[in-house]
C-alpha cells in the first residue's frame, strides 16, 4: 500500500490497484468503454465512491475552453 505521505495517498493507491487489477485479467486490445465498464466494477467492488463520465470546465491559461 502507498505510505501516508501526501493527503489523499491511500485514495490514490485503491485507485490505482483497481486499475491495475482491471489490466491484469483484460490485458490490452478493448476499446475505452470496456475498461470503464471494469473499472466501474472493480472500484465499486473496492468500497469506492465515484462518478462516471463527470462533465467539467476545461482550463487554458485560466480561460475556459470547453467542458468535458
Known amino acids: 500500500m502507498v505510505k ?3 493527503k489523499y495517498s491511500e485514495l490514490t493507491g485503491k485507485i490505482i490497484g483497481c486499475a491495475m487489477e482491471v489490466h491484469k485479467i483484460l490485458g490490452n ?4 468503454v470496456i475498461y470503464q465498464r ?4 472493480e472500484m465499486t ?8 463520465e463527470f462533465e467539467m470546465p476545461i482550463f487554458y ?4 475552453i470547453g467542458t468535458r
Open 45 to 52: 467492488l473496492n468500497g469506492l465512491i465515484f462518478s462516471r
Open 29 to 32: 486490445g478493448f476499446q475505452e
Open 4 to 6: 501516508g505521505q501526501y
Open 61 to 64: 491559461k485560466e480561460e475556459q
Open 38 to 41: 471494469a473499472l466501474a466494477k
